[in-house]
């Protein structure tokens, strides 16, 4: 892993008691999910928000951090939305500036794909805007982590999950284009990750 992304979850752990005890319970539930399921061949969370633009893609792709970071080999993450936009480029900024290395590699109809690696030795990890039911998502026995109350509204069923959980946060969107717009995404970055580093941080694996 990346120095500076091993030194910024060194710096979650340490906040972790910064944390409300409210949304610790409810993390340690997506806790309990993983830990239910660690001899299933692969424990598949889908993050789904509204538009799968910016805070479905920093749960996602956090959580697939922690569980590299755990140690928990069988996590697949993915995300989705209630209608499919673009990963947002307030967002990509943002994984950047704490370390990630993100290269956009296809641009289809302002759809961006993006390339992310958090490692030297990984696989790329790819990332774009799509409906939480399409693919490569998986369309059974999932984890559905709603992370914004538009889309835990909008979705009162979600098909095929096993495990639902609303994890709402607020939508730095609010700060586009204002002079506290970088701070806010950088904010709500740090929130997600550690947040999700801590989810994991529980599973005995």
Known sequence: MYKALQALCHEFEQEFDTIPLERKLVLIELSDYIQSRLEAESINIVVICTHNSRRSHMGQIWTALAADYYGIKNIKTFSGGTEATAFNPRAVEAFKRVGFDIDMVENEYGNHRYQIRWSE?????????????????????????MVCTEADK???????????????????????????????????????????????????N
Do not use: H, W
């Not at 030795?121 to 982590?145: C, D, W």
């Not at 609303?166 to 740090?190: G, H, I, N, V």
């Open 154 to 204: 909008g979705c009162p069923i979600v098909k095929g999950c096993d495990f639902r959980l609303s994890l709402p946060y607020e939508d730095p969107k609010a700060f586009d284009d204002t002079e506290l717009e970088s701070d806010k995404y950088d904010e709500r970055l740090r929130q997600i990750g550690r947040e999700l580093l801590y989810a994991l941080s529980q599973v005995n």
């Open 121 to 145: 030795e990984m696989e790329s990890y790819t990332a774009f805007s799509k409906r939480y039911n399409k693919k490569p998502n998986p369309k059974e026995k999932y984890a559905a982590v």
